[in-house]
């Protein structure tokens, strides 16, 4: 039998591992080398044993010889296959010869809770407050692909918040915690609106540093303005709307929604129109032959022209 574990890379990895503990194969991730495959899934004296394989970096070239080994051996042989992002056809040949289990991650809405489950394999309880926090650390658009920035990352801050001494204040937690979202675009944003230029060029110049692509810098961007734009139009209907609600509403954490909201609440909607405006243009040049970094930084410009005006 071949099972392949889709998904999201952490989780999927970790449901690998599970099943490989149910049936009694040892922890062992093996790399896709066809030979060692057919070895460790055929067994010996004592029947099949099973072979755990690991896919995420193979090539087209190297899954061609593999998926022969795969297809003779024996039925009662048992292999697990780690692949989060199967190709096409690997997702095809999956559908007629494996049994698929998918692991997706967690929506925007239901980080928060993953996280507080999480804690809890290591007797952590974690306020709502925390949880939400820590939630919104890994929901950023891209995040996932990246491990610095996905579950597994935010599992080892789990780890680390054990070493410290009971209760956990939310202000405890942002002290020691090291991950941040993979653009900061919330961050980037608030400066924006509230006319701190040395502050939003100097995070344009750290992200750079860090090698961030300045295309997914202003996708980031947009995406966060957008949201503004939606929480600005959702309060004009009820001035009163709460983080939670507004949560829903805009598909975000409550944490990240209440900081969405109090930046709605100070911005103009015409400026918000503005701003769209602006990254829309800056995204088609730096998307069309322009130079991307120069477009993100002709972005940051406008958009903190705009703030002046104000």
Do not use: C
Not at 56 to 85: H, I, S, T
Not at 156 to 163: A, G, M
Not at 178 to 206: H, I, W, Y
Request: net charge neutral; glycine share 10%; aromatic share 6%.
């Amino acid at each position: 039998m071949i099972e392949v574990f889709t998904g999201d890379a952490f989780l999927a990895r970790e449901a690998l591992l599970q099943e490989a503990r149910l049936q009694g194969l040892a922890p062992r991730l093996l790399p896709p080398e066809p030979g060692l495959v057919a070895q460790e899934a055929s067994g010996g004296l004592f029947g099949p044993s099973g072979a755990l394989v690991d896919l995420r970096e193979v090539a087209e070239g190297e899954w061609k010889p593999l998926r022969e080994v795969l297809e003779k051996l024996p039925q009662d042989a048992l292999v697990l296959l780690l692949d989060p992002r199967p190709t096409a056809a690997r997702s095809k040949w999956y559908g007629e010869h494996a049994q698929k289990r998918d692991n997706p991650t967690p929506g925007p809405k239901e980080l928060a809770q993953w996280v507080a489950n999480r804690a809890r394999l290591y007797e952590l309880k974690l306020p709502a407050a925390i949880a939400n926090f820590l939630g919104s650390l890994v929901g950023g658009k891209g995040s996932y692909e990246n491990p610095a920035y996905g579950l597994e990352a935010l599992d080892q801050e789990l780890k680390k918040l054990t070493l410290l001494d009971p209760p956990l204040t939310l202000e405890k937690v942002q002290a020691v915690v090291a991950l941040e979202p993979p653009l900061s675009g919330f961050d980037l944003v608030r400066a924006v609106t509230e006319g701190k230029g040395a502050v939003a060029f100097k995070q344009l110049q750290n992200q750079m540093e860090r090698g961030e692509d300045p295309i997914r810098t202003l996708g980031a961007l947009s995406w966060q303005y957008s949201k503004l734009a939606r929480a600005w139009a959702y309060l004009q209907e009820k001035p009163l709307l709460g983080e939670g609600e507004a949560a829903g509403l805009l598909g975000m954490h409550p944490f990240a929604a209440k900081q969405t909201l109090a930046l709605a609440k100070q911005a103009p909607g015409e400026a918000v129109a503005a701003a769209l405006q602006i990254l829309l243009e800056a995204e088609q040049q730096a998307k069309t032959g322009g130079d991307p970094r120069l477009a993100l930084e002709r972005a940051v410009s406008g958009l903190l022209a705009l703030s002046a005006k104000r």
